[in-house]
């Protein structure tokens, strides 16, 4: 369990750095990693960084992703395939809705949330831009690998590719992030580096069952008791 708590404070990008990092001549930031060996703490193509592309092919949630789980706080959810996830109790993220772990392989780490915020996000552009700063302020290396504007089961989303480096382990994220009329919605999932390709299929399974629909309505339990007995007078 403190695993895979420490693994979400990474996930939430609230992790703490543990690395050297110094400046190359020309002003470039470094950091040594655990393997002794150097990276560029920000290896993404300036191209990247700034253009974010449109992907037209629709997106369509698999015909195994049959179980929805509605957001309690805007009009979103997502729809699971539950023979391939389960869900879990975390309690360091805030912004966590639901969390789910991997039933493909037990000896994998896989983990996914479906995260919401009332947050008053303009463009799903503001919402990149806030979010990579987060990461790259605190990761040790960090790469974007790719964002496009994608639609996904009939909605526009924000699909964000992303790698980084914290404590010497390196992590693979991808995400579909939605904005709706009271703040946002993402689904996120990541993995070691190492495992990202292989599983690569069932984690796009997971975020693209992103749908938009009406949000959990919440039920007030109210507990009924039955009035007291009428007290005895005593007779004189």
Not at 15 to 21: E, V
Not at 146 to 166: A, C, H, P, Q
Not at 209 to 223: C, F, M, N, P
Request: one cysteine or more; aromatic letters at 12%.
């Amino acid at each position: 369990m403190k695993k895979i708590t420490f693994l979400f404070l990474i996930f939430n990008y609230s992790f703490l750095t543990s690395q050297i990092k110094a400046l190359t001549e020309d002003g470039r930031e470094v950091v040594l990693l655990e393997n002794k060996t150097w990276r560029f703490v920000n290896e993404t193509d300036e191209k990247t960084l700034s253009d974010i592309q449109t992907n037209e092919t629709p997106v369509i949630k698999s015909s195994a992703s049959t179980f929805l789980m509605r957001s309690k706080k805007v009009d979103a959810g997502i729809y699971i395939n539950p023979k391939k996830w389960k869900t879990i109790k975390m309690s360091v993220l805030p912004t966590a809705e639901y969390t789910f772990q991997s039933l493909i392989d037990p000896s994998t780490m896989i983990l996914g949330s479906l995260m919401s915020e009332n947050a008053p996000i303009q463009t799903l552009k503001n919402l990149r831009d806030i979010l990579l700063g987060s990461i790259q302020s605190e990761a040790d290396y960090f790469k974007l690998n790719k964002s496009e504007y994608r639609t996904v089961n009939g909605i526009k989303v924000l699909f964000i590719d992303y790698s980084l480096n914290t404590s010497g382990m390196d992590f693979h994220y991808i995400g579909n992030y939605y904005l709706t009329e009271d703040g946002y919605c993402n689904v996120v999932v990541f993995s070691y580096e190492k495992d990202f390709e292989k599983n690569q299929s069932e984690m796009l399974h997971l975020i693209n069952g992103l749908v938009k629909t009406d949000k959990a309505q919440i039920k007030e339990a109210i507990e009924y008791a039955p009035p007291p007995p009428p007290m005895e007078t005593k007779k004189k």
